[in-house]
């Protein structure tokens, strides 16, 4: 079982920057692949970025390439999604999930947080 609670979010204007934050608790992490997802009114759950605990190697979503930046911090045993350059599109509540699949897929994630509310006002 793995644990994950996101933090981080909050309101901010359009240009401007957040980090959010996934603390992962449970058992430990080794081949996993942890993702952001993110969540609008009326939309779809939609992937954002995801990244391998193991060797560090990346992926993102086309319309946050060169804007976010997913990472990790082995011995806090956190993952980031640094944001810069927000968008009022970006506003959603973005979830972090761990699975073993190297996926955009939701369905290939079997643990989830609680998510975090992102306002990016224009």
């Known amino acids: 079982q793995v644990q994950l609670v996101e933090s981080g979010g909050g309101l901010v204007q359009a240009g401007g920057s957040l980090r959010l934050s996934c603390a992962a608790s449970?058992?430990?992490?080794?081949?996993?692949?942890v993702a952001w997802f993110r969540q609008a009114p009326g939309k779809e759950r939609e992937f954002v970025a995801r990244?391998?605990?193991?060797?560090?190697?990346?992926y993102y979503t086309d319309s946050v390439k060169g804007r976010f930046t997913i990472s990790r911090d082995n011995a806090k045993i956190l993952v980031y999604l640094q944001m810069n350059s927000l968008k009022p599109e970006d506003t959603a509540t973005y979830y972090c999930?761990?699975?073993?699949?190297?996926?955009?897929?939701?369905?290939?994630?079997?643990?989830w947080g609680q998510g975090t509310q992102v306002t990016v006002s224009s």
């Open positions: 999930a761990a699975g073993v699949s190297w996926s955009t897929r939701d369905y290939n994630y079997a643990y």
């Open positions: 449970g058992r430990t992490l080794r081949n996993d692949v």
């Open positions: 990244i391998l605990w193991s060797g560090g190697n990346t």
